[in-house]
């Protein structure tokens, strides 16, 4: 698929699916980490999926408001003590500031066509990018044998210095931020109410999250969003992410986080991320056939990493078919072979949410853990969207997507009958997708082999 065969679809912001969100009761927080509501991926480098999998499905992420604050006369939020809230990204962060300021060389030495090995090792090595690296490695968990993962990475591709090597610099960078926004995210989700809870604490985290987005991975949001498919809003559906889970920090309680919001954001922020990566990829890997650009076609592996643990235990096998297509010469890659590759994983990865809630699988409607679920589907669903329609004869992406809003609002209302019915034709489209694919068997939990 080219990206002028993607140019007709009109995609809405997952917001939209999102409208009822501030009208339900508040429930406790299920305690997942990432990814999926569900599921189990411990064989990937983070659980991060809203309840990501942890074995059929248990763990979800929350996702709504419960009640609205009140504002002063400037409209700023305030708390029930008077105080004003802060708002997003106000928490000073020095480290973040400076890492920014380092990685500008970076991408500005790469960009130049004939970037200078010693510039990029000047703005790394003893710099506070390598401090944020070495940082984040240790609170990710990114260590292994006694070595921060990554940033012995960036010291390796620093000593190589080839091109590619120096371009595998910048995209280190961006994976240890990535990984570094999805822990921040789930784990603040994931906070249970306690009265030793500091909420100042919790925005500067939160914010943390959003400096290294907003000041780093934003350019490549707005990339993704240009990339031949009209009515993506992946910028937009981060920044409104960020902005409900900053909301939702302070709930009943100013000790308490709003579960649903906060849930609902960090699926939102995580899932919209794998959206960004996956267009990239495609998008270069595109440019680099077409243009016999090697250097593109690194730039695609780069992007690849932010998704590549996504893969796993869903199309185990497409992960070295990927990778060994993005290092292969451009000529020789099957371009539609590789974005099938990606696109089973997310096939896969959606499904588990068209009918997750219902109450003959995991019981969750009328749950924040359902919720979540419901969202996090609409999420991973507009990675493949696009190819749905290309592929699927009679597939109407609107009528689709009101099909997710519709699922969403049901579970959010404990309507069963409604979500049975929305559920039922979610999974149908989901289901022909997968045979589109060549996928064996209708599943969420299968692995390729």
């Given at each position: 698929?080219t990206?002028?065969?993607l140019?007709p679809?009109?995609l ?6 999102l ?5 339900l009761p508040a429930?406790?927080d299920?305690?997942?980490?990432d990814?999926?509501?569900g599921e ?10 809203t309840?990501d999998?942890?074995?059929?499905g ?7 408001t419960?009640e609205t604050t009140?504002?002063?006369d400037?409209?700023e939020e305030s708390?029930?003590?008077?105080e004003?809230k802060?708002?997003l990204?106000?928490?000073p962060?020095v480290?973040?500031?400076g890492?920014?300021?380092?990685l ?10 004939d970037a ?5 090792a000047m703005?790394?090595?003893g710099?506070?990018?390598q401090e944020f690296?070495q940082?984040?490695g240790?609170?990710?968990g990114r260590v292994e044998d006694?070595?921060?993962i990554d940033d012995?990475a960036?010291?390796?591709a620093?000593?190589a ?5 120096l ?9 240890v931020m990535?990984?570094?926004i ?10 249970v ?8 604490l919790?925005?500067?985290r939160?914010d943390d999250a959003?400096?290294?987005y907003?000041?780093?991975?934003r ?6 969003d240009?990339?031949g498919?009209?009515g993506?809003?992946?910028?937009a559906?981060?920044?409104a992410g ?5 909301d ?5 309680q100013?000790?308490a986080i709003d579960e649903?919001s906060v849930g609902?954001?960090?699926q ?5 991320s794998?959206?960004?990566a ?10 680099g ?7 593109a076609?690194?730039n695609?592996?780069g ?12 199309n185990?096998?497409?992960?070295a078919i990927v990778?060994?297509?993005?290092e292969?010469p ?8 590789l974005v099938r ?6 096939v896969?990865r959606t499904?588990?949410y ?6 003959d699988v995991?019981?969750?409607?009328g749950?924040a853990?359902g ?5 996090e ?5 507009k990675?493949?969207?696009?190819f ?5 004869d009679g597939?109407d992406h609107e ?6 809003a519709?699922w969403?609002?049901a579970v959010?209302d404990d309507?069963v009958?409604t979500g ?7 999974t ?7 045979a589109?694919?060549g ?9 390729e082999e």
């Amino acid at each position: 698929m080219t990206s002028k065969s993607l140019a007709p679809l009109q995609l809405t912001p997952l917001m939209l699916a999102l409208a009822g969100l501030f009208a339900l009761p508040a429930c406790s927080d299920d305690g997942a980490t990432d990814d999926e509501v569900g599921e189990d991926e411990t064989a990937s480098e983070e659980e991060d999926e809203t309840t990501d999998e942890t074995t059929d499905g248990e763990t979800t992420e929350d996702g709504e408001t419960t009640e609205t604050t009140e504002t002063t006369d400037e409209g700023e939020e305030s708390t029930d003590t008077g105080e004003e809230k802060p708002g997003l990204g106000d928490t000073p962060n020095v480290l973040c500031e400076g890492a920014l300021f380092n990685l500008e060389t970076i991408v500005a030495e790469n960009a130049s066509g004939d970037a200078d090995g010693e510039a990029i090792a000047m703005a790394y090595e003893g710099t506070a990018l390598q401090e944020f690296v070495q940082w984040a490695g240790a609170v990710t968990g990114r260590v292994e044998d006694g070595v921060l993962i990554d940033d012995a990475a960036i010291i390796a591709a620093l000593d190589a210095g080839g091109p590619e090597d120096l371009i595998d610099v910048q995209w280190q960078v961006y994976l240890v931020m990535h990984k570094f926004i999805r822990h921040e995210v789930g784990d603040i989700a994931a906070l249970v109410p306690d009265p030793a809870n500091d909420p100042a604490l919790t925005y500067a985290r939160w914010d943390d999250a959003w400096c290294y987005y907003d000041g780093a991975l934003r350019s490549y949001a707005q990339a993704a969003d240009a990339y031949g498919l009209t009515g993506d809003s992946i910028e937009a559906d981060l920044d409104a992410g960020f902005e409900l889970g900053h909301d939702g920090i302070e709930g009943e309680q100013p000790w308490a986080i709003d579960e649903w919001s906060v849930g609902a954001a960090k699926q939102q922020v995580e899932k919209t991320s794998f959206a960004l990566a996956h267009r990239l990829v495609v998008q270069w890997t595109e440019m680099g056939i077409m243009n016999d650009d090697e250097l593109a076609l690194r730039n695609a592996y780069g992007a690849f990493q932010l998704i590549e643990d996504r893969m796993d235990t869903k199309n185990t096998p497409g992960i070295a078919i990927v990778e060994g297509a993005l290092e292969a010469p451009p000529a020789s890659i099957n371009f539609e072979g590789l974005v099938r590759e990606l696109n089973i994983a997310f096939v896969k990865r959606t499904r588990k949410y068209t009918d997750y809630a219902l109450p003959d699988v995991a019981g969750l409607m009328g749950t924040a853990a359902g919720y979540a679920g419901a969202v996090e589907g609409a999420t991973y669903s507009k990675l493949v969207e696009p190819f749905m329609i290309d592929a699927l004869d009679g597939f109407d992406h609107e009528a689709y997507r009101e099909t997710w809003a519709a699922w969403i609002q049901a579970v959010a209302d404990d309507d069963v009958a409604t979500g049975e019915t929305a559920s039922a034709e979610l999974t149908d489209w989901n289901c022909q997708y997968q045979a589109a694919l060549g996928i064996a068997e209708c599943t969420s939990s299968i692995d390729e082999e």
